[in-house]
């Protein structure tokens, strides 16, 4: 029979320190104890649950419960405080740094109501913090009401793994010849910090996430040969460039006024996310543009996995191959940017499931469509949702008076040779004849098509013609799986 | 000969049953059995993950000397409530670990769970989920005596977990100077 302690693997740690005497004369015995008695449990197992107090203040009024309890929490690993004045930091540091060199997570948040703090507080705070060596450091102190933009340096955090910094109006600098060898995870929002400079002394870094970052900085130059994540949001940077030979997953957000240069160096990467609202693609439309407004590349087995815990089984696309999404617009607002010339700037990809979700406002999007089926001929599935509108808009096209199809009256003789397209699904269908058009040129042009499923929208009834028209289409081609959801 | 190859053949199949069975039995301290879902213990357990794949795992019962029948089962019932829930999008951890708390919030079943354990068995289960490695467990349990301890002054904190009190006054006084910091506003 098999005992728990022979060879068998597990956290050598935690048995170490189960088999040890309880430590200190104080502890409670099972059988000295009183029945509810929480001083049973082990000093360690203390520790978590004082640790999940939330704040090392409410922590260290336990030491009034009895003796057992007076150091207790000068033991807590996972340190947090959230509920002390500045001086009153630096006093709990202290008692801490008497009783530990270390500490695991050191995370504090100076309250709010505690604001007026002077850039040289913040500078003392950091120094007192980095002290206590944590492995993971995060720093939130609210606006500093009479400094702006003033350098702060980085203290010595040699043994620090992961550094999130939170300090509105303070300007992080890494004085000449520091380097951090341990930091893996960098994390600054609502704060400058010149990471073009930064990241060379981090030679360990794999994650960046900068969000917000001020006016001041006019330029987020990332590059690093370690980097696998970078995460930007809500950038006002006229300027991002990014070059990370070893990056997997990107994601950026621009505010909606951005317009500046984007370039990304990252022939790694698996994951791409942007949100945006400055792709343009003049196809069709005559007055308005087709703007893209989100994407994302995904590789397509990683979405495949992210189905399969949705509970969606979904048949397996080659490896390597990318998974294209993209949200698509009606503006009355052009822009700069076209599409495609954006798209050059970005790592190639091979698309092999191209998803698009359109507001289309009533126009048509055949052109558009196959515009983008132009680009990425190795599409094999195409996704399309028809977007409804928002209850207030108005659908911006006029049918048969619209301007939508003038410069591109032919699209509907295109020949085009969509050879890989195997698979094409259609949601929301508003039963306009511009859509079967659209449909039977895809029959016409896909010969390897194999399945085709189009779904009108909800409460939708189509006239009889337009039905008629598509069970025809259908009919044509007998090879192909197609149905039809009302 | 013959029958000999026919013993053989049925040890093979049993010891292939064995390795197919999707439960493992485990033994408490006062010999009672319980059986839990292999996948939930190895998922759930990182001592019952390294046994399991070990071969360790006794099919008349593992024993687990350390822990009582009454948290035993508790640990069990536990496993198979999270085999059979959904995990919250909480719960699906994302690439980037910037958390700001470094503690996950109990899901609902899991507080009702807690919950209805009287203070003795809470903090046997503490122990058992240590012992066995289950680190969210040992979040859940934790998280639910901390909410028993929040906002509670240190006589509150004696009078909940029936904890005796060995200070003189003056040992208090020290302290609550010591520690002016955490016990007086500035």
């Given at each position: 029979?098999?005992?728990?302690?022979?060879?068998?693997?597990?956290?050598?740690?935690?048995?170490?320190?189960?088999?040890?005497?309880?430590?200190?004369?104080?502890?409670?015995?099972?059988?000295?104890?009183?029945?509810?008695?929480?001083?049973?449990?082990?000093?360690?197992?203390?520790?978590?649950?004082?640790?999940?107090?939330?704040?090392?203040?409410?922590?260290?009024?336990?030491?009034?419960?009895?003796?057992?309890?007076?150091?207790?929490?000068?033991?807590?690993?996972?340190?947090?405080?959230?509920?002390?004045?500045?001086?009153?930091?630096?006093?709990?540091?202290?008692?801490?740094?008497?009783?530990?060199?270390?500490?695991?997570?050191?995370?504090?948040?100076?309250?709010?109501?505690?604001?007026?703090?002077?850039?040289?507080?913040?500078?003392?705070?950091?120094?007192?913090?980095?002290?206590?060596?944590?492995?993971?450091?995060?720093?939130?102190?609210?606006?500093?009401?009479?400094?702006?933009?003033?350098?702060?340096?980085?203290?010595?955090?040699?043994?620090?793994?992961?550094?999130?910094?939170?300090?509105?109006?303070?300007?992080?600098?890494?004085?000449?010849?520091?380097?951090?060898?341990?930091?893996?995870?960098?994390?600054?929002?609502?704060?400058?910090?010149?990471?073009?400079?930064?990241?060379?002394?981090?030679?360990?870094?794999?994650?960046?996430?900068?969000?917000?970052?001020?006016?001041?900085?006019?330029?987020?130059?990332?590059?690093?040969?370690?980097?696998?994540?970078?995460?930007?949001?809500?950038?006002?940077?006229?300027?991002?460039?990014?070059?990370?030979?070893?990056?997997?997953?990107?994601?950026?957000?621009?505010?909606?006024?951005?317009?500046?240069?984007?370039?990304?160096?990252?022939?790694?990467?698996?994951?791409?996310?942007?949100?945006?609202?400055?792709?343009?693609?003049?196809?069709?439309?005559?007055?308005?543009?087709?703007?893209?407004?989100?994407?994302?590349?995904?590789?397509?087995?990683?979405?495949?996995?992210?189905?399969?815990?949705?509970?969606?089984?979904s048949a397996l696309v080659l490896p390597r191959a990318q998974v294209m999404s993209l949200k698509i617009l009606v503006s009355t607002h052009p822009s700069q940017r076209n599409f495609a010339q954006e798209m050059e700037k970005l790592p190639s990809v091979l698309v092999s499931v191209l998803e698009l979700k359109i507001a289309s406002l009533g126009h048509v999007f055949g052109p558009m469509v196959l515009y983008l089926l132009g680009i990425y001929t190795e599409v094999q599935k195409l996704d399309i949702v028809l977007l409804e509108s928002l209850a207030h808009i108005e659908d911006s096209c006029f049918r048969r008076r619209c301007h939508c199809e003038v410069p591109n009256k032919n699209w509907r003789d295109q020949t085009l040779s969509l050879v890989s397209i195997t698979e094409v699904e259609i949601k929301g269908l508003r039963g306009e004849y511009h859509e079967v058009d659209f449909l039977a040129l895809l029959f016409k042009c896909a010969p390897m098509l194999e399945r085709v499923n189009v779904e009108l929208r909800n409460g939708v009834i189509p006239e009889t013609d337009w039905h008629n028209l598509v069970q025809d289409t259908f009919q044509e081609y007998p090879c192909v799986d197609s149905t039809i959801r009302v | 000969m013959e029958v000999d190859k026919g013993k053989g053949e049925a040890e093979e199949t049993r010891k292939v049953a064995e390795a197919d069975r999707d439960t493992v039995t485990l033994k408490s301290s006062d010999g009672k059995l319980f059986e839990v879902s292999k996948e939930a213990a190895a998922r759930l357990s990182t001592v019952l993950a390294g046994m399991i794949a070990g071969g360790s795992i006794d099919d008349n019962g593992t024993d687990l000397k350390q822990i009582g029948s009454e948290a035993l089962e508790n640990v069990v019932d536990y496993c198979n409530k999270h085999a059979n829930s959904i995990p919250s999008a909480a719960l699906i951890s994302s690439s980037i670990s910037f958390n700001t708390a470094p503690f996950k919030e109990p899901e609902e079943w899991e507080r009702k769970f807690v919950d209805r354990l009287s203070h003795d068995a809470l903090f046997d289960l503490v122990e058992a989920a240590n012992f066995l490695g289950m680190e969210r467990l040992l979040d859940v349990t934790c998280h639910k005596i901390s909410e028993m301890m929040k906002g509670k002054s240190p006589d509150q904190i004696r009078e909940v977990f029936n904890i005796k009190n060995d200070y003189t006054k003056e040992e208090l006084e020290e302290i609550r100077q010591e520690l002016a910091w955490a016990f007086y506003d500035d």
């Open positions: 029979m098999m005992q728990v302690g022979g060879d068998v693997k597990m956290d050598h740690r935690r048995r170490r320190r189960r088999r040890s005497p309880p430590r200190g004369p104080r502890r409670v015995t099972r059988s000295q104890s009183r029945p509810g008695d929480l001083s049973v449990l082990p000093d360690e197992l203390l520790h978590l649950v004082l640790a999940r107090l939330g704040c090392l203040r409410a922590a260290a009024r336990t030491s009034g419960v009895s003796s057992r309890w007076r150091n207790l929490w000068t033991g807590i690993d996972e340190v947090a405080i959230r509920d002390l004045a500045p001086v009153a930091i630096h006093a709990a540091l202290a008692r801490l740094a008497r009783s530990r060199s270390s500490v695991s997570t050191l995370d504090i948040h100076v309250p709010e109501q505690r604001a007026g703090l002077r850039v040289s507080a913040v500078d003392s705070l950091l120094s007192a913090a980095a002290g206590l060596s944590p492995g993971e450091l995060s720093v939130t102190i609210p606006e500093l009401p009479y400094d702006r933009d003033v350098a702060v340096s980085l203290p010595r955090l040699d043994a620090t793994r992961s550094l999130k910094l939170n300090v509105p109006g303070v300007i992080f600098v890494s004085p000449p010849g520091r380097v951090f060898p341990s930091l893996e995870t960098l994390s600054i929002s609502d704060c400058a910090m010149d990471i073009a400079a930064m990241l060379p002394r981090c030679p360990k870094l794999r994650v960046l996430s900068v969000s917000k970052a001020p006016e001041s900085v006019a330029t987020i130059k990332v590059h690093s040969a370690s980097l696998q994540e970078f995460a930007g949001s809500i950038l006002d940077q006229s300027v991002v460039d990014v070059a990370a030979p070893a990056l997997k997953k990107l994601t950026l957000s621009f505010d909606m006024g951005m317009d500046g240069n984007l370039s990304v160096v990252a022939p790694m990467v698996e994951e791409m996310y942007l949100k945006c609202w400055y792709y343009s693609m003049y196809v069709g439309l005559f007055s308005d543009t087709w703007r893209v407004c989100f994407l994302s590349i995904l590789a397509a087995e990683s979405k495949e996995q992210r189905k399969r815990t949705g509970g969606d089984t | -």
